[in-house]
């Protein structure tokens, strides 16, 4: 979901959400929500809790749960924070009873981008006619402003500033008789990467956009069942991974059974290649192998691709320890770790003071200075997006005393947004958008910097030939300009496009 | 506005207001909602809170602000609690700037009555293809569960359990091309009461239903307008009055003036006569006069036709003050305050204990025991609804060696429900809808007990002959049983008129 | 109790505090506590909560309970804000188990008196080699800088910048085996007003000062005793008034009973006028009589002594209430409200904005304009200190087309501050300590100004020859400058006195 | 500093901390303090509250810090929490001015440790008759109990539970003239262990015990110094690591220069070795080298005592991680992470649901399963205290599909409580105070467990020879049992030493 602010913005809450900004991280690409849902088990909420925690690193800045019981109904909580501070006292869950519940984890918006209302916090609930829906959308739907546009002229009242709210104003006014049709009437309308997760009454609904751009898993939980963006939420429900649901589906799911079908004309399907970069965490399964080994295995490509005579070999904590651990591997140059991270930095600082702000990165990371001092370091990270941290950490090493600073990256260039669910910042603000490797090396002023190649990484996730240029395997828009969904909503507002950039 | 909470309820807030109940207070009607608006002023938000602050009397339980300014457009804040609370901190007022602003207060539930959500709280908003509106209800729609049923089949989605957010949606459908006539398109489908004031990015609009149950003037601010439910809202930003709006009348006010005009077919006016007795504050001005001033007139009415030998008149504080006034100078017997009113139970105990729970209205009130002893005491209140608290300040003043006790109350019998935005109990709660006056007086076992007469009260009021039985002059339900407006939502679900029911 | 700030201030709680300014009763003379204690019930606290909330009054800034229960010792809780809101809680009552406990209630600063820390919130404890004891002062010890200096040499360590803090360090350094007798000990070195409530484990303890300057009674309940400053606090937990504590009496109740004596030298009492005017509440009962009652009979004086020709006697609620009701029973001029008091100003606006305070007293109180309107109207306010509300009440008055304006003052002028436990500003900010009657009623532009003579208020609260000037029967200080006991740390600190200064 | 409780308790604050409990973590022992102090530098708060956010890891129950300013003299703030929740708002930072200041943070109670008050939250504060000081304090010391008597039996009035409050005031009863003597004075009467930061109006005072158990380091911060438990809290303040304070010294520090000396008899260094296995960051130095380097080093010592044939080694994230790095360079096996650490759980679950609690260390950790399925495993931890977070992750391991699973600890059998600082269970808890390594391995249910030798450890740390048995270059009472300093409050309420013991 995202935010697509109109004109005349609806009213702001108050809350102020600034504080929320994880300080040093506005260097790295954010992936934008987490869904998780249950059906047929005991006290849902519970159990979305535990999910939800589990999906936190998609999203930190709020969450939601709904859930329906056969006597109170549906009921809903959302709040800003983590789901650990908001949906774990006794006296929050109990308002939340019921053998089904969905959730919902979203992102944490940098300050620039402006306040978040508790408005804009899903899962969204509608009622209709036949009863009430509620929805949960990871991903971000690429023509919301004209179908917004569409359905106020028609008398829709929207309450967000979400695109998200489109789904469920499209399934009020479907003519459709039961729910998980209005769901598919909705979605036909709709552009853009969409994994979704509802609830009516009884069902639990699972779709995934036929391109699969956003990742969505479904387990066995006990009697019942359990849908999640990643495998490590079934982990800690003690559900039991049965399988991935796959790009186009949508299955719906009760106490007694699970139904799937494909409402969507079939395409190549082009997951995320990000996701087995940063987004996913380690421990959860893609492709029938963990993410950190796919991690450890682009580290190993990297070293192949990118040698360098050295001490040592440092991640960047903590999404550069992976792929700094399969470059030590590969290259034989012992892993240690350079940079310590502080472990109480969650969130940052509130409201910091200006002497606070300025120090930046040295909140969180700390150089390791008595083991760096003389040393010629290999610093391995996931990806560049602005640049701003890496070079603060190269100052911080070298002012430590390290002899020599390479840089080895985990992904290619990061040289184009992402409108498909993913917080990026405009294009003239990726470093690679403006610059070549060797301008970024000088810019950031380290000895060397080198990213592992397109091909590299599709090989590192398994495409033993690397990518297929043609009809590439995954969504690489990030790295290629080629975007497998026209962004209409973006190109109407001025986005230039690579085929007509070029 | 009221609550028409749907079978299956939308997602509740956890927002716990129970503890907002206004103890010893459920034994009042209560007024539910008070109503404010300017245009044509800087900073017009702060005129709002004041104003809202005077009109607090109406509702405490909630309050919200709606605000626009050419450059950020529409802004509101909404929170349970106080105005001077919530709409006093620079933080909150400096994020509702603009020279246009209306808002709401709302009335404190009872702890039966369920939990209210934020998402209750008005002014509502919705934005339209020809830009936004903001409206604040006082009142209540009777037909607001047939329209709801008819909204939702059409594809709206409601986000509260309001019947006043009914009147955004009809507006949002309407096929008008301007907001001020999809308001009047919108309030041709409501029955019921409303006084109702609306904003769009430059008018302030006002309205009164034909019957002109609730009440709403209009005031002159500097430059630019105010709307207010009472004229003690106009005195607090120093406005002037001008004049009443009349029933059926619609106000679309700019900076540059004000337009008015009668979009409904022209009904006899039904006043709310309660809103005499107990409602208004006694420093408004309604029909000319000064509330306080009516209010004497009752008392003094009431001791003509209820004389009895005491030795002092005392009010049951703080309503019954005027009307102990009156008795006192008609009847000669000095007026004295026997009972004295903690000035520290604004609202009642946060989560009160059990001990606490029981001792009943000897948090808020105490007899002033050296004072009555030995003494026959005339007490004078505006009402008797369950009868509960009567009861207790009876023991109370007996418990101080009272010799005689003497209730003068300066209403009629409350026999019957209000359906026209007061909060009542049902109908089998009220004392004197069961009990006939002697009975009344037995049960709460005082040596006399007499209410004003339904006559006398409108000679209080202003009417030398009385009341019209053939077309009473006011609104007088809660006596008479003679409600103006068939109460359908409520027919529908089972209350019984007085036609049908003798 | 009062602050005493060292030259090197203790480090100060960062709360802040001063939103807690009542608008505009910065123009009365404040009383600085209310004490309260019970002993021998079950579950003390419920009772002292009850008691305090009864004394809200006489201290709305912060309050503070300590209990003793035999199997978690003492407890404490201390919190800023009112009773009703901070000690009805399960969740904090339960943390005071015990059949013996005190409570303190402290008053509200104004806004240029700095902030106040938690530490000053009394009951204060201290745990002595024989056991604990905690302590809650009324009053203002006048030696207590002398008193922090020397403690402090001999190695006591301050936490509060309060003067009471004094007695519990006395009460530690004592030779005496037990508690009570410590606690005379230390009280003997105290110079001043002081009425406490202690309590040991077992022992509930009373004490007044020789003069009696601040008031203390005896109560029975149930199968205990209670401790208050005022009677009406009996009221409301359902105890049973037995008597006053008399000046220089110390009282020792055990679940057992009652030890009286009476450690000091005897001295003529000298109990506050002021109580009778101001801080007692109405229906409270001192010397026989209820507050109320006195305060009429004040009111009645006031009319003797200072007829006026008018149509109209109003109260300045709420304070000013009963001797406008005593002044028109005497002179036959119609009591009315022509002033009415917002009842949602228990505390003032939260941080108000710059036009909100611009607003002043309009936010607090509100002109009956159209009962007043061409009216002779006489104002009946219990006292003048700066003056500054009288000023603006006229205005609104006049404003509100009033005729003509008569002040009636039912004490005389304030001309001197108060050093026994009362918030007075100093002395060049009374507006009798720099003008003569006929000077203020030019300041206030009314068109008469009167107060009751001296001799008027000694014959009202019962002095049938009125003030033995050689031997007052009370403390009159505020308006004659003579202090039964010298405030040496003030003349220390450049107070001077009236015999010096004439 | 450590809790007492005496018997009568004083009274208690109703904070509740429960929620506190770090979940899982209660198996480790836990260092109880850090304590940070600048002088001579532009607003010190902001560098205290930056050097106590760098020193989190050694407490996070609550932090406070104490600034002094000559305009507005000592002010204070205390509170619970995380430093960067607390002390990064503008509004709280401003009530901190000044050149001097110093901080504390506090560990975090296990729920089963009663509640701790804000009243025991340091630094504290004692106003003296030359001025004032405050003092932060690291350790424990051992005769609190006697010397609280002592002080109690003389009149002094304790204010908290916490034995650091002797340390206050012995200072205000000392004879001696300026405050570094007195403090040189109150330190000669105290046992135990103690790192000590202390300010006065101008003097910065740190002194560590003679036998220098707790770390205290010097650093230059601009032109001014700064004291601090880590050199990891210089780093993000930018100051220049100068060298520790020594065993027994006392540095008294202006802006003008240190002055150093020795006011304790000389006693042979007992340095905790428990410093170098957990409770230091990595990234500060000890000995010169950086404890990540010790912990590496550690590993390697582990994998030449008891080398196993395995397929990875894995970390217990994130202390077991350096171990584990020096395991698998020493043995050639590699290196990988097998279970992944939730970034999320700063803190623990809020007042968890009993269904949370019982999902135990799933809510933090989290097997790599994909990876670790069919795999012979090593797991290096740390240490091993109750065993019981070790026996759950054990089970996920297994459950995971490992093959094998072999505990190496990184440190020797935790068999004894810690007196001087640390947070341990009873000895009755240790799980090595009850089995043998063999009954260990049993209990624990692993293929095998082995623990790093006493010798092995010391050689690690940097002696060559290892433990020199007559007398221990470090106090390493945890493993040994060998006390270097008696614990008399603790055997006089029962604890049987070992020499008593065997």
Redesign the interface.
């Known amino acids: 979901m995202s935010h697509t602010p109109?004109?005349?913005?609806?009213?702001?809450?108050?809350f102020d959400t600034s504080y929320l900004t994880d300080a040093g991280d506005d260097d790295k690409l954010k992936e934008e929500c987490g869904i998780f849902g249950v059906v047929g088990v005991t006290?849902a909420a519970?159990f979305v809790?535990?999910g939800l925690?589990?999906l936190?690193?998609r999203g930190?800045e709020a969450g939601g749960i709904?859930t329906h019981d056969a006597e109170?109904?549906?009921?809903?909580?959302r709040r800003f924070g983590?789901?650990?501070?908001n949906f774990?006292?006794?006296?929050?869950?109990e308002?939340l009873p019921g053998p089904i519940g969905i959730g919902h984890v979203r992102y944490s918006t940098s300050g620039s981008k402006g306040q978040t209302a508790i408005r804009d916090v899903q899962p969204f609930?509608?009622?209709?006619?036949m009863?009430?829906a509620?929805i949960a959308h990871n991903g971000n739907i690429t023509n919301a402003n004209a179908l917004r546009?569409e359905l106020?002229?028609?008398?829709?009242?929207?309450?967000s500033s979400s695109d998200s709210e489109c789904i469920?104003?499209l399934m009020?006014?479907?003519l459709q008789r039961n729910i998980p049709e209005r769901m598919e009437d909705a979605l036909r309308r709709v552009e853009g990467a969409f994994s979704v997760v509802a609830m009516t009454?009884t069902k639990l609904i699972g779709v995934r956009d036929p391109l699969g751009v956003r990742p969505l898993v479904l387990g066995k939980l006990g009697d019942g069942y359990a849908l999640s963006s990643e495998t490590?939420a079934l982990?800690?429900v003690g559900a039991e991974f049965i399988r991935e649901i796959e790009p186009g589906e949508m299955v719906v799911i009760t106490a007694s059974g699970i139904q799937s079908h494909f409402p969507f004309r079939r395409q190549p399907s082009k997951f995320c290649i990000f996701e087995h970069v940063y987004f996913s965490?380690?421990?959860s399964?893609l492709g029938?192998?963990?993410v950190?080994?796919t991690r450890?295995a682009i580290g190993r490509e990297l070293a192949k691709e990118n040698p360098v005579d050295a001490d040592m070999v440092c991640p960047v904590p903590?999404s550069g320890?992976?792929a700094a651990?399969g470059y030590s591997?590969q290259s034989g140059i012992?892993?240690?770790?350079g940079i310590?991270r502080?472990?109480?930095?969650?969130?940052?600082?509130?409201?910091?003071?200006e002497?606070?702000r300025n120090?930046g990165v040295?909140?969180k990371l700390?150089?390791?200075?008595?083991?760096v001092k003389g040393k010629r370091i290999i610093l391995v990270d996931d990806s560049v997006v602005r640049g701003t941290t890496s070079r603060k950490i190269k100052e911080m090493i070298l002012d430590a005393g390290a002899a020599e600073v390479h840089f080895r990256i985990a992904s290619p260039p990061t040289a184009w947004p992402c409108f498909y669910g993913v917080d990026t910042p405009d294009r003239d603000k990726l470093l690679a958008a403006t610059m070549t490797e060797d301008e970024m090396r000088e810019h950031l002023g380290v000895d060397s910097l080198k990213f592992i190649s397109l091909d590299g990484l599709y090989r590192a996730v398994g495409e033993a030939k690397g990518r297929n240029n043609s009809c590439p395997q995954y969504c690489d828009a990030c790295f290629s300009g080629e975007y497998p969904v026209i962004p209409s909503d973006k190109v109407e507002s001025g986005f230039v496009m690579k085929s007509a950039a070029e």
Not at 72 to 77: D, I, L, P, R
Not at 152 to 159: A, K, N, P, T
Not at 366 to 371: E, H, M, S
């Open positions: 109109p004109k005349t913005m609806p009213p702001a809450h108050p006290d519970n809790a535990l925690h589990a936190q690193h930190q709904v109170v109904g549906f009921q809903s909580a983590y789901v650990r501070d774990t006292s006794q006296k929050v869950m308002t609930f509608g009622e209709f006619a009863g009430g509620a546009r106020i002229e028609r008398g829709s009242i929207f309450q469920i104003h009020a006014r479907s009454r490590c982990d800690i965490r380690p421990d399964i029938g192998r963990s950190y080994e450890e903590d320890t992976p651990i591997l012992p892993y240690a770790m310590i502080n472990q109480y930095m969650g969130r940052t600082f509130i409201e910091p003071t002497s606070i120090m040295r909140l700390n150089v390791n200075r008595a083991l």
